[in-house]
């Protein structure tokens, strides 16, 4: 098995669900060289996360958006953790809920996404000032 690494800086993204997948291959030509093989996407934060969703209708995203924030609303009186303002807990159970990492098949030099599936960057807190993820390709 071979392994190729990377780490990449997203933008900053305004608060919400945003579909990264294009720019993730964007930074990874080895992909067009794997017959069979994994990428992993993992994200070097605690306020953000990665799942894998609907790529084509953008009221998903916002549904996700407005579904998060009633299960984890800001200000909530049991929070103890509020250093970073009023958004920082809620942001914290927000990536644990989805998660830090993706795993993504590779067929033929492509990833193995469904047709309607894209990578999504899930950015929890109001501000932030970019992402940095490591890219794992397997093979």
């Known amino acids: 098995m071979s392994f190729h690494q990377k780490e990449i800086r997203l933008p900053a993204y305004r608060r919400g669900f945003h579909i990264v997948t294009d720019t993730i291959v964007g930074h990874l030509p080895e992909l067009k060289t794997i017959e069979v093989g994994f990428l992993q996407v993992f994200i070097k934060h605690t306020s953000a996360s990665l799942t894998i969703n609907e790529n084509c209708d953008p009221t998903v995203r916002g549904d996700f958006e407005r579904h998060f924030n009633l299960l984890f609303p800001e200000d909530a009186q049991h929070y103890q953790h509020d250093y970073e303002g009023s958004d920082d807990m809620p942001a914290h159970l927000k990536s644990s809920t989805l998660g830090c990492q993706v795993m993504i098949p ?34």
Do not use: A, F, P
């Open 106 to 139: 590779i067929t033929k030099g492509r990833l193995n996404l469904g047709t309607w599936q894209g990578i999504y960057l899930c950015e929890h807190r109001n501000h932030d000032t970019g992402r940095t993820l490591v890219l794992t390709l397997m093979s």
